[in-house]
């Protein structure tokens, strides 16, 4: 994760500028989190290492709509993927589904 706040105009090149500039590899196959200067918004950068692609995910507020605060929510969420949760449940992952 960023320890500072980014210029949310960046689009994936200058997020990967970013992470150079940071001393890693943008292409290693770790998930990059970006934060906005208000800490209202989250992009995530993610290379998969096997087709040409990279993405961002932009969460526009999600959380903080649903008063969820996006730095509790999104590890969590992110731990939940990795260890197996079910696809069919994804909707239980949903900042309006989180319990505080």
Sequence with gaps: MASHP?????????????????????FDGALYVFRAKRADRIKLAWWDGGQTWATIATLLQAAKMNNVDPFAWLPLTLQR???????????????????A
């Design 6 to 26: 980014v210029d949310f105009r960046k689009g994936i090149d200058g997020l990967v500028a970013l992470v150079r500039d940071a001393g890693s590899n943008p």
């Design 81 to 99: 993927i990795a260890n197996g949760w079910p696809s069919s449940e994804i909707d239980a992952l949903m900042p309006c589904n989180h319990a």
